[in-house]
C-alpha cells in the first residue's frame, strides 16, 4: 500500500544532541501528524500540521509543513534518555477521513 | 479524561480460528480507525467507523471486518485466522471533524499459532 518515506531509518546519538527527521511522499496531504512510539505501547501524538508551511513546536519539538504539502520534518533538541523510542510521520489524505498514511519509522537511540 | 482502552491486550489464537478485538474511543469521539503494525509492514489502515458506518477502508481480505455501535465503541474480527495476522493491532479515536488529531490505545497484541 501507499506508504510514506521516513528517513533515517534510525538514529544513534549522545544526550544533548540535536536530531532530524523527514518524511517525502509523492502525493499531497492536508494533515501531517508526527508521532512517539515506545515498546509495547501504541503511538502517542507529538504534533499536528494543517498548512502548508505551517511551522509548529511542542516544547524541545518542531514539525514543519512542508510548502510542496508533500513533505514534512520533525526536530528534537537538545535530546535527553527519554525520548529513545520510534517515531512515526503520518500523513491524511482526505480531510476529516481518519485514514492515516504512516512512514517507515526512525527509531531513536540515545547514549547517555 | 479517559484515553483509547483496547481490549484484551494480548491474545494467542489457534490457525483457522476467528478473534473479536474491542476498542473503546475518546468520550465525545465518533471516529474509530483500526490499523494493523507489523515488523515488515509497518502500520497498516484497515478501516474506519463513523457515525456506526464504514467511511473509509484500507487494502485488507474480506477475513477483515469491523462494526460500530451506538456508543461509538466499535469491534472488529478477523475470521479464518493465519500465520501472517500476527500483529499489533492499533485502534485510534478522533472526533471525525476536518482537521482531527487521531489518538491512539495501546493496542492487542495478537498471536497466531
Known amino acids: 500500500g501507499q506508504q510514506l518515506n521516513q528517513s533515517p531509518q534510525s538514529m544513534f546519538i549522545q544526550e544533548g544532541e540535536d536530531v532530524s527527521m523527514n518524511c517525502t511522499s509523492s502525493?499531497?496531504?492536508?494533515?501531517w501528524l508526527w508521532y512517539k512510539q515506545e515498546p509495547g505501547e501504541g503511538p502517542v501524538l507529538l504534533i499536528a500540521?494543517?498548512?502548508?508551511?505551517e511551522l509548529t513546536s511542542n516544547g524541545r519539538l518542531t514539525a514543519q509543513f512542508g510548502i510542496t504539502r508533500k513533505d514534512s520534518f520533525l526536530n528534537i533538541s537538545a535530546s535527553i534518555p527519554s525520548d529513545v523510542g520510534i517515531y512515526f510521520c503520518?500523513?491524511?489524505?482526505?480531510?476529516?477521513?481518519?485514514?492515516?498514511?504512516f512512514g517507515q519509522g526512525t527509531r531513536l537511540t540515545i547514549n547517555p | 479524561k479517559a484515553g483509547v482502552t483496547q481490549t484484551p491486550r494480548y491474545l494467542i489464537k489457534t490457525r483457522g480460528q476467528q478473534v473479536t478485538l474491542s476498542c473503546s474511543p475518546i468520550?465525545?469521539?465518533?471516529?474509530v480507525s483500526w490499523y494493523q503494525q507489523t515488523p515488515g509492514q509497518g502500520l497498516q489502515f484497515l478501516f474506519e467507523?463513523?457515525?456506526?458506518?464504514?467511511?473509509n477502508k484500507g487494502n485488507f481480505p474480506g477475513r477483515f471486518s469491523g462494526r460500530q455501535f451506538s456508543n461509538s465503541r466499535s469491534e472488529m474480527n478477523v475470521s479464518t485466522l493465519e500465520l501472517g495476522d500476527s500483529a499489533l493491532y492499533l485502534c485510534?479515536?478522533?472526533?471525525?471533524?476536518?482537521?482531527?488529531?487521531?489518538?491512539f490505545g495501546q493496542g492487542t497484541r495478537l498471536t497466531v499459532v
Open positions: 485510534a479515536s478522533s472526533s471525525g471533524q476536518l482537521n482531527t488529531e487521531a489518538f
Open positions: 502525493s499531497i496531504f492536508n494533515t
Open positions: 500540521l494543517y498548512k502548508a508551511g
Open positions: 503520518a500523513g491524511q489524505l482526505i480531510q476529516g477521513a481518519q485514514k492515516l498514511v
Open positions: 468520550s465525545g469521539h465518533r471516529s
Open positions: 467507523y463513523f457515525s456506526e458506518t464504514q467511511r
